[in-house]
């Protein structure tokens, strides 16, 4: 499977004055060039070290947050690299592995000096990506020639691609009322992720049984992202007002002069004003409830404040305190007394995410690794962890494995007249191309050379887009491939398998705990859940050790113990009611009714689980 490059770019030594100089130059003319030269893909794809990559994102954030974090604020008083600081983060990373890129050229750092603007290119723009929801922004090389000092009078800061983006619209699936309209509610919610909304609605529904009102501000723009309607009594449903995710606008005290203060990134000097120019960009565009424009979080706030005002709730419930949304609306919430509570609703590890900063005042988390994180990423004075498992994973237990395996073997057996003997699952995260390419490639190779029969159904990431896969349904012979309903998910065909594989999803923490083999797959370099150190996975960074990995399956697979279960997941069909019982004692209240007996193995959502059935 083969990821296209977008970029046809390189980069050439063209001496000036008899000094190094560097500029950017169409990849069709680097063949005829007789100067050190490379292509743009190849030195992206120059090896690197994560944890140097890393230490000097920390480093220029230092930098950046010293130097201008206190230009602009809202209304509520949360500093724009507080509030954004997710996305801002994302882009500084960026630019640090381009300067990582050049340091580790060799022609580069034999002979370093100032790297020429491609003429009217945009200075950022955006990165190819697998995802519907998530843009991923970069700074061009003509971006990364600004920042080291360049001249760019003709040269946009957004891209073609950037200035052509269509308007973000929020299906209008709920009521938007309002928020003077909108009646008492003991717990509000916030979700933008069908994770966040699986997560946090059994444990609205546990509330709600004991006689616990609660709303749910459902913030998605993604219409496969939002959140359902309530299943039970109790349970308010809302949307805010429609278009407040499509405000752009300019954000002019982010348009700073240029000066003399900088941050260095290896040998490469970047000044701060234009580092800030260019992140403005991201805050003048609307990108959605992921990654709001600066308008769009001015608004937010506001009208967030009202919704509290109105519903006057003890907690703000959410699954995500660290994105742009939730850190505005923990920060709303405090401001006014209201106790926070963050759900897990992800797999973690040290460098799994953009900030490890989360602010709410309780924490939940879904595993006893997971405590040590979280105590360390906190930034509440008053914060308290509780390892309470996971709540969207109560239902495990009463997933039907024959009709999930009947499922599987109905999407294989259209291929062919038979179908294959084992079937892998294959729980996929909206990576970009090339690493979604890389990793079919060795899974592919892998289960061809495995012992026996064995056949592939892809489970998209529910934020993916399936057309990532089109190259490899297209193949001719073995294995055979198929692609699961986004609708259906892994959950929704995972107990089934004989096998699940997975980078990163937190689909291979749901097969360990039903004793289903899992793969972890990916390069040495690249990170996984870890659940292979737990002895809850099989490590592969090869085909050769995903073949040996398969064929070892033909002996009995012996479950993992308790402990290590424990470990990642506590898992006892409680955690909603467990999470819920933190929510009214915090609160000073008592439920009042039973909750699930403390060593319940599963519970019945109440959501038909199965053949083909959204999970």
Not at 190 to 218: F, N, P, Q
């Amino acid at each position: 499977m083969k990821a296209p490059h977008s970029n046809s770019l390189g980069i050439a030594r063209a001496d000036l004055d008899g000094r190094p100089h560097w500029t950017p130059v169409g990849e069709g003319a680097l063949a005829a060039m007789s100067s050190d030269r490379i292509t743009v893909a190849d030195l992206e794809a120059l090896p690197y070290s994560p944890q140097e990559e890393r230490e000097l994102v920390d480093q220029v954030i230092s930098a950046l947050d010293a130097y201008g974090a206190g230009l602009m604020r809202t209304p509520g008083g949360v500093g724009w690299l507080s509030v954004q600081h997710v996305p801002v983060r994302r882009l500084v990373a960026q630019v640090v592995r381009k300067l990582m890129a050049l340091s580790a050229w060799e022609p580069f750092a034999y002979a370093p000096g100032p790297l020429a603007i491609a003429p009217h290119e945009g200075l950022v723009g955006l990165r190819a990506n697998s995802s519907r929801e998530y843009r991923v922004y970069t700074v061009t090389w003509s971006g990364i020639a600004y920042l080291l000092g360049a001249s760019a009078p003709y040269n946009p800061f957004r891209s073609a691609q950037l200035h052509s983006l269509p308007p973000v619209r929020m299906p209008a699936t709920a009521p938007t009322p309002q928020p003077s309209e909108l009646p008492r509610s003991e717990v509000v919610a916030l979700t933008w992720s069908s994770r966040h909304a699986a997560t946090l609605g059994s444990v609205l529904e546990e509330l709600a049984r004991g006689g616990r009102a609660s709303l749910v501000i459902d913030l998605a723009t993604d219409p496969a992202e939002r959140c359902p309607g309530p299943r039970v009594r109790g349970i308010r449903l809302c949307s805010p007002p429609a278009g407040l995710f499509d405000l752009p606008g300019a954000v002019e005290r982010l348009r700073l002069p240029d000066d003399d203060l900088v941050v260095r990134v290896k040998e490469h000097t970047v000044q701060l004003a234009r580092l800030v120019r260019l992140v403005s960009v991201l805050l003048e565009t609307g990108g959605g409830c992921t990654q709001p424009s600066w308008r769009s979080v001015v608004r937010a706030e506001t009208w967030l404040d009202g919704v509290l005002d109105s519903t006057r709730p003890h907690t703000l419930l959410v699954s995500n305190d660290t994105s742009p949304l939730g850190a505005l609306a923990v920060h709303t919430a405090e401001r006014r007394g209201i106790n926070t509570v963050h759900v897990q609703h992800g797999a973690w590890t040290a460098e799994s995410v953009a900030w490890p900063a989360l602010h709410s005042r309780d924490i939940v988390v879904t595993g006893e690794r997971d405590v040590p994180l979280a105590k360390a990423w906190s930034r509440h004075p008053n914060a308290e962890v509780h390892a309470l498992g996971q709540p969207r994973f109560d239902a495990l237990a009463s997933l039907d494995r024959d009709a999930q395996r009947r499922y599987l073997e109905r999407l294989l057996g259209t291929a062919a007249s038979r179908g294959p003997v084992r079937i892998a699952v294959w729980a996929c995260q909206p990576f970009g191309p090339d690493r979604i390419a890389a990793q079919a490639d060795l899974l592919l190779d892998g289960l061809w050379k495995a012992e026996g029969h064995w056949g592939l159904v892809i489970a998209p990431h529910p934020v993916q887009s399936v057309d990532v896969f089109a190259s490899l349904l297209q193949q001719d012979g073995t294995p055979l491939v198929a692609v699961a309903d986004p609708r259906v998910g892994a959950r929704g065909c995972l107990a089934g398998a004989d096998a699940v594989v997975s980078a990163y999803s937190t689909c291979g923490i749901e097969a360990a705990l039903l004793d289903v083999p899992v793969l972890e797959i990916g390069s040495t370099r690249e990170r996984t859940l870890g659940l292979a150190e737990h002895g809850l996975a099989r490590r592969c960074s090869s085909p050769d050790d995903v073949a040996d990995a398969l064929s070892e399956l033909r002996d009995p697979h012996r479950p993992a113990v308790q402990a290590a279960k424990d470990g990642v997941c506590r898992w006892r069909g409680d955690s909603a009611a467990q999470v819920a019982q933190l929510v009214l004692r915090r609160a000073g209240h008592a439920m009042h009714h039973a909750p699930v007996h403390e060593e319940a193995r599963g519970a019945d959502s109440g959501v038909p689980q199965g053949e083909g059935v959204p999970a």
